[in-house]
């Protein structure tokens, strides 16, 4: 197998961190049509996988066409004694190692338009020329989380931290800005019925961040310029049985994952309609696919279930809603 080659220019620069590992960018594939890279290490906590994640992430773009929501090329896998580290660790911090590492096309920024907006919105006023100009803000990617509304702590009535790394844009601020949420909606619907119904998997933790298009017509315009939705993430992602166990991994690791999602019955109207929305979107997409691609099963009983998924989230909305309360106001 070739391996995928690379080029730096200066050391890497640390752009993100997770559970998994650290994320390095500065990287570059000559090949064809030359493309930014991130390095993903496998040096987070413990338990976690990126080759699974590069399995999950490649079979993603491989068998998918989301026609809403971006999904990062997946390039190439590294393991600890792949010969490109000779090449690598020297632009990493000192006492960095060899381990596994995967390749993948770089989510690029949102705008600067888009950042001075954020921080115009809501950065202290005494931090925004810090944020604005600071390096590491520079690597802005914005979290949607459409299930979620902003509320402080009632222990901090002010916010005492800004950054604008993976920035957290509840669903009242993205609607104090006008911005696309019907559209968000819909797409993170159609991305959530494809990884269940196509990829088979549960979608465990994946997330869902606003960044700079990739050159496409349908990129979204706003108050915060040019910008696309991208789905990434999928070391947490573990394959779903098409019966009742399938259901109950996908209501788990919706509840279980951040507030991307809108939620069922809402508390207003706005909400309600968006859950509304996402719903009819997630079943439209997930019938058109049990019924081209029954994988050998039948395609009556996967249209069922594909409307029990959703029924199944419905009825944990309560307990799991307690959870995440109560986990939300002990941070």
């Not at 896998?77 to 096309?105: H, T, V, Y």
């Not at 005494?126 to 520079?138: T, V």
């Not at 939620?263 to 997409?285: C, M």
Request: glycine share 6%; hydrophobic share 35%; net charge negative.
């Amino acid at each position: 197998m070739r391996l995928l080659t690379l080029e730096t220019s200066g050391p890497l620069e640390r752009v993100g961190a997770g559970h998994c590992g650290s994320v390095w960018g500065n990287l570059t594939s000559p090949e064809a049509d030359p493309i930014p890279v991130v390095i993903k290490r496998e040096d987070g906590a413990p338990g976690r996988s990126l080759r699974n994640e590069f399995l999950v992430q490649s079979q993603v773009c491989s068998i998918t066409s989301l026609e809403q929501v971006l999904v990062p090329s997946c390039l190439d896998f590294m393991e600890n004694q792949d010969p490109r580290w000779c090449q690598i660790l020297p632009q990493l911090p000192d006492g960095s190692q060899g381990c596994n590492a995967m390749l993948s096309e770089k989510i690029q920024p949102v705008s600067i338009r888009a950042r001075r907006t954020l921080i115009e919105n809501y950065c202290p006023d005494e931090l925004r020329d810090h944020i604005l100009n600071s390096k590491e803000n520079r690597h802005c990617l914005v979290r949607v989380y459409l299930g979620r509304k902003r509320l402080l702590n009632p222990k901090q009535r002010q916010a005492r931290f800004f950054s604008l790394r993976n920035f957290p844009l509840h669903i009242n601020q993205a609607e104090e800005m006008a911005l696309p949420c019907e559209s968000y909606a819909k797409a993170m619907a159609e991305a959530l019925a494809t990884l269940h119904w196509k990829v088979r998997t549960d979608a465990a933790d994946v997330e869902f961040v606003l960044g700079s298009p990739r050159g496409d017509p349908e990129a979204n315009t706003s108050a915060l310029g040019e910008h696309s939705l991208w789905m990434l993430d999928f070391d947490c992602s573990r394959p779903i049985q098409a019966d009742d166990s399938g259901l109950t991994a996908i209501a788990k690791a919706f509840w279980g994952n951040d507030p991307y999602y809108p939620r069922p019955h809402g508390t207003n109207g706005r909400s309600q309609k968006l859950w509304d929305i996402f719903s009819a979107e997630y079943q439209r997409v997930g019938l058109e696919i049990v019924r081209a691609y029954p994988m050998g099963e039948n395609p009556e009983r996967l249209s069922n279930l594909v409307h029990a998924a959703i029924g199944r989230i419905e009825e944990t909305h309560s307990h799991s809603q307690s959870l995440a309360i109560a986990k939300y106001f002990t941070q």
